[in-house]
C-alpha cells in the first residue's frame, strides 16, 4: 500500500515542469514579494520543483548599495548569469513584473534571457500604475514584452488596461493564506480601525487621519493601527498632533504576515486610502478575516470588491466621505454583517486551491507547448 502511494505521488509530481520562479522576496515584506514568497511554498508543497531568482539579492560588497547607479549595475551584472543558469534547468519561467525601472532592469532581462535560452516564460504583471506606464514608455515595453510566451494579471483592471495595448492577459488572481488569514472568534468590543498600507504618498494616509480625527467625535474611544513604513511617517505624525489625535494613533511599523493577520482580528474596520492601485493584497486579507473594509474606489479595486455588497467605496482625497462610511458601519449592525458574510464568501476565488488549477495549468500548457509564444 505504501509503495502504491509513492508511485501515485510520483506520478502526480512528474507531471509538473520544473519552474525557475523570478522576484522579489521579503525582506522588506511587500505586496509582490510577500506574493512571490508564498507562491513559492505553495508549489513546493504541491511537489513541484521551483528555483528562485531573487531580484533584490545582497549587495556584495555592502557598500555599493548606498550608490545608485553604481548598485543598478552591479545587481544587474550578478542578476543576468543566475537568470543564465536557472533558465537553463527549468521547463517554465514565471517572472513577477511590475512598472517603472523595476520593469526596465528585471523583468526585461529576464525575458531576453528566456527567449535566448528558448524557455516558455510567462510575465505576471502586477501593479497599479500599468496604464501610465505603458503610455509613457510603450513603445519599449510592448516590444519586449511580446516575446514572452504568455501575459497574466491579477485583476480584470489590468487586463483591460493591456487589452488597450494590444496585449492579452489571462487574469489569474492573488493568492490569500487562509491558513493565517481567518476571522476572529470574539470581535473588537472598542472601534478599532486599521491601515495596512506602506507610508508613501500614493497610498494618501492623511485622508485615513483626517476621516479617523472626525470619526471620535462619536466615539472617543476609537483607536487607530498604521502598519506600515516610508518616507511621509514624520508628516503623518505632525498631521496627527494638529488633528489632535496622537494618544489613539499607533504608527507601529511594518508587521510579518502572521502579525499583520493577528492585527486583523483585532480590527473592527479596515481603510484603504489609496489613489492608485490593483489588486491590493491588504483587502483580501482584510475580508478573509471578516473585517469590514472601506476603501476608495481607485484602479482595479471595484474589480476585486464591489459596493455596499463586499465593502464600501468611497472617493479617493475626501475624509468626510470615508468617515461617513465608518460611522455608517459602525452604526448599522446589519450593514457590517453583511459586508462580512459577503466578503468571506468572495474570498473563497482567492484561496489556494483555487488560484492552485489556473496556475498549473498554464505551466503545463506552456511547457507542453515547446516553444515560444508571444502573448499578444
Known amino acids: 500500500m505504501i509503495s502504491q502511494g509513492i508511485s501515485r505521488m510520483e506520478a502526480k509530481t512528474s507531471t509538473l515542469p520544473r519552474l525557475a520562479l523570478v522576484g522579489p522576496i521579503p525582506p522588506p515584506a511587500g505586496g509582490m514579494a510577500n506574493q512571490t514568497a ?14 528562485l531568482v531573487a531580484v533584490n539579492g545582497p549587495y556584495w560588497p555592502d557598500f555599493i548599495g548606498a550608490v545608485p547607479g553604481l548598485r543598478a549595475v552591479a545587481r544587474l551584472l550578478a542578476y543576468v548569469p543566475r537568470l543564465w543558469s536557472a533558465f537553463g534547468r527549468a521547463e517554465v519561467v514565471h517572472l513577477m513584473a511590475n512598472s517603472g525601472w523595476s520593469w526596465h532592469l528585471f523583468a526585461a532581462p529576464a525575458i531576453l534571457v528566456a527567449r ?173 478575516c471578516g473585517v469590514p473594509v472601506v476603501s476608495t474606489d481607485v484602479g482595479g479595486v471595484p474589480f476585486v470588491v464591489e459596493d455596499r455588497k463586499t465593502a464600501l467605496l468611497v472617493p479617493p482625497g475626501d475624509p468626510a466621505a470615508m468617515a461617513a ?20 464568501a468572495a474570498v473563497a476565488a482567492y484561496e489556494w486551491p483555487v488560484v492552485k488549477g489556473q496556475w498549473l495549468a498554464l505551466y503545463r500548457e506552456l511547457a507542453g507547448h515547446g516553444g515560444l509564444r508571444p502573448p499578444a
Open 325 to 344: 462610511a465608518c460611522l455608517a458601519l459602525l452604526g448599522e449592525a446589519g450593514l457590517a454583517e453583511g459586508l462580512r458574510e459577503r466578503g468571506l
Open 38 to 51: 508564498q507562491l513559492k511554498r505553495l508549489l513546493e508543497a504541491e511537489g513541484m520543483a521551483v528555483e
Open 116 to 288: 535566448l535560452r528558448g524557455k516558455p516564460l510567462v510575465v505576471n504583471y502586477r501593479g497599479g500604475y500599468a496604464e501610465d506606464f505603458l503610455g509613457a514608455q510603450g513603445r519599449y515595453v510592448l516590444p519586449v514584452l511580446r516575446k514572452a510566451s504568455a501575459l497574466a494579471v491579477p485583476s480584470g483592471f489590468l487586463d483591460a488596461v493591456f487589452s488597450r495595448y494590444g496585449a492579452k492577459a489571462r487574469i489569474i488572481p492573488n493568492i490569500v493564506d487562509r491558513g493565517r488569514f481567518f476571522p476572529a472568534e470574539n470581535p473588537a468590543a472598542v472601534p478599532h480601525l486599521v491601515v495596512t498600507r506602506n507610508l508613501e504618498p500614493i497610498y494618501d494616509i492623511p485622508t485615513a487621519l483626517r476621516a479617523f480625527a472626525r470619526l471620535k467625535v462619536a466615539y472617543p474611544e476609537a483607536r487607530l493601527t498604521v502598519a506600515g513604513t516610508g518616507p511621509e511617517l514624520e508628516n503623518l505624525q505632525a498631521l496627527a498632533r494638529e488633528l489632535g489625535i496622537v494618544p489613539s494613533v499607533d504608527f507601529c511599523g511594518r508587521l510579518e504576515p502572521e502579525a499583520i493577520a493577528a492585527l486583523y482580528r483585532r480590527a473592527t474596520l479596515m481603510l484603504n486610502p489609496s489613489t492608485v492601485d490593483n489588486m491590493p493584497n491588504s483587502i483580501l486579507e482584510a475580508l478573509a
